[in-house]
């Protein structure tokens, strides 16, 4: 592997991320962690099939021209994953400084929400929307990364759950930010309506925007209802 590691930029549970470059490109290393408390056997069988799925689906958004990292290597048994170093910091960061005007915060969230829109009309859910999984870059500009819980879906409820999750998060972490979910879900909508009615995909029909905010409606509905 040509990767050249430079500074550690995470260090989490499940994997530890290097900032680097691989052929002179600025690159970023993704090496999953074992998980001492499961069996090594699952442990590796999870690992090695979670790390497949996150860069085949990382490939096909970034052939269908989204702006996700490019995958440049893999190496599913030893853990590895070498991606393109998308500039930017992390939502969470960006929405927690006070330096920031409030409109370059609501550009990112409505950038935000368009990514994840263009997310959702390829058929894909990505699983864990926090606020760290999302990169803004100086124009406000919004990547998402880690797609190691992401799938291929065509049932309204994982798309609602997306933006549900989004919603909890704002709500928790970030409440003196007005409107941030309005911005996010404003984002969301626009997006569809720049680009028209999903196309169909290899499973069939996708959930509009206006089907997965319905949904997001009725998940918040039963949230409050049952805990
Ligand atoms: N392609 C990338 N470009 C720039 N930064 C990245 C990229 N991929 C990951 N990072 C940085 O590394 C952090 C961790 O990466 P990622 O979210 O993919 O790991 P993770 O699965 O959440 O790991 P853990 O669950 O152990 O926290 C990100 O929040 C981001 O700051
Ligand atoms: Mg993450």
């Given at each position: 592997m040509v990767f050249q590691a430079g500074e550690r930029l995470h260090l989490g549970a499940e994997a530890e991320?290097?900032?680097?470059t691989w052929l002179g490109r600025p690159a970023v290393r993704k090496q999953r962690r074992t998980r001492a408390w499961r069996h090594p056997d699952l442990d590796h069988r999870l690992g090695h099939r979670r790390m497949m799925s996150e860069a085949r689906l990382m490939v096909r958004m970034h052939r269908a021209g989204i702006a996700v990292p490019a995958l440049y290597d893999l190496d599913p048994s030893a853990g590895i994953m070498v991606m393109q170093h998308m500039p930017g910091?992390?939502?969470i960061d960006v929405l927690r400084d006070d330096g920031l005007p409030a409109s370059f915060k609501q550009t990112a969230l409505a950038s935000t929400g368009a990514a994840i829109r263009n997310v959702h009309r390829l058929a894909i859910t990505h699983g864990d929307l926090s606020t760290n999984n999302v990169l803004i870059n100086e124009d406000g500009h919004a990547t998402l990364i880690d797609f190691g819980l992401a799938a291929v879906d065509y049932e309204?409820?994982?798309?609602?759950?997306d933006l549900h999750v989004v919603d909890e998060i704002l709500g928790a972490s970030h409440p003196d930010i007005d409107g941030a979910i309005e911005a996010l879900l404003a984002g969301y909508t626009a997006e569809e309506e720049r680009q028209g009615p999903p196309m169909e995909q290899t499973g069939g029909a996708?959930?509009?925007?206006s089907e997965v905010l319905q949904r997001l409606e009725n998940v918040r509905t039963r949230v409050r209802y049952h805990g």
């Open positions: 991320v290097w900032a680097g910091r992390p939502l309204v409820e994982r798309f609602g759950i996708v959930p509009t925007a």
